[in-house]
């Protein structure tokens, strides 16, 4: 099982290289040391804020210490405007940290609000939105996280965690029933298999075989709906495969349990924050 705790912080490692390294020598050279200031973070646009757990994460590596007064939480709408976070410490902690927090909390949040207009357009409906592996290399555990933020729910987190059979290993077993034999063979019985099929004639031979869920690949509704009438609730179902919004409303129709979106993650748009520095209320 992967623990989220652990994946944060080694990205954070890295990240904290890549940016700060030694030390922020612009922002060393002009402000002491012993310099205090208080910042907030505004919001620019409207949405659903995610981050603000990894964020405070940044903060929380530099030696001096940063109150944080968080006005929101993860998975909460937010508007334009809206003062989200108020922080105050040691300045030149704030500026150090600043864009790599700001970097994490809008990439999260634009997925977050990205995933939440899915699930809108599922209202109503037994559909659920599931995310997929396209998301950004060593970002993964917070683009998944922010998908749950937004209301969607996770697939699995890689290949290690779940069966999912792919046109290109069924081509290698020689047919579906042989790939479902062969990873029944070594994988635990606790472990989930799914079964991509292209075709009716797939999804009749992927239904005799009791695999936990039969993903529906770049079908279209029709086929869908006739794919559906065939598996007759023996398993789940994945419809897959150019799920744009607009379309979701008539796949959603035909029964399927889960829309996955690879656009979730693979084409984000940042939710616009800002920080500013503030004179101290207190």
């Known amino acids: 099982m992967v623990n989220e705790e652990v994946l944060i912080e080694r990205m954070l490692d890295i990240a904290f290289d890549e940016d700060i390294a030694t030390g922020d020598i612009t922002t060393n050279s002009i402000i002491a040391r012993s310099d205090s ?7 620019k646009a409207d949405g ?33 405007g809206q003062i989200i976070l108020r922080m105050r410490g040691s300045y030149r902690t704030l ?41 950004a290399p060593g970002l993964r555990v917070c683009d998944k996280m922010a998908v749950r933020h937004g ?14 059979l792919k046109d290109n290993h069924i081509k290698a077993a020689g047919s579906i029933a042989a790939a479902v034999e062969a990873v ?15 075709t009716l004639d797939e999804v009749r031979e992927a239904v005799e075989l009791d695999v936990d869920v039969i993903m529906l690949d770049n079908m279209d509704t029709q086929t869908m709906k006739e794919a559906i009438d ?21 796949v959603a129709a035909v029964g399927v349990d889960f829309i996955s979106v690879g656009a979730l993650t693979h084409s984000v748009t ?8 503030v004179p101290d209320p207190v």
Not at 54 to 77: C, I, M, N, T, Y
Not at 184 to 198: C, F
Request: net charge positive.
């Open 95 to 135: 500026l150090q940290g600043e864009r790599l927090a700001l970097n994490l909390l809008q990439r999260m949040s634009g997925i977050a609000t990205e995933t939440a207009r899915y699930v809108a357009e599922l209202r109503g409906t037994k559909t659920r939105i599931l995310d997929t592996r396209k998301t």
């Open 37 to 43: 200031a208080v910042a907030e973070l505004k919001m």
């Open 270 to 277: 940042a939710l616009d924050i800002s920080m500013n520095f």
């Open 48 to 80: 659903i804020i995610s981050g603000l757990a990894v964020a405070r994460k940044v903060f929380d590596r530099f030696p001096d210490k940063v109150e944080w007064e968080q006005l929101v939480q993860d998975g909460d709408s937010v508007h334009r």
């Open 184 to 198: 029944r063979r070594t994988v635990p019985v606790s472990v989930k298999v799914e079964v991509e099929t292209a």
């Open 230 to 250: 065939i598996i007759d609730g023996r398993c789940y179902t994945e419809a897959s495969g150019n799920m744009t919004r607009e379309r979701l409303a008539k």
């Open 151 to 164: 209301g969607g729910l996770n697939h699995r987190m890689g290949l290690h965690d779940m069966v999912l």
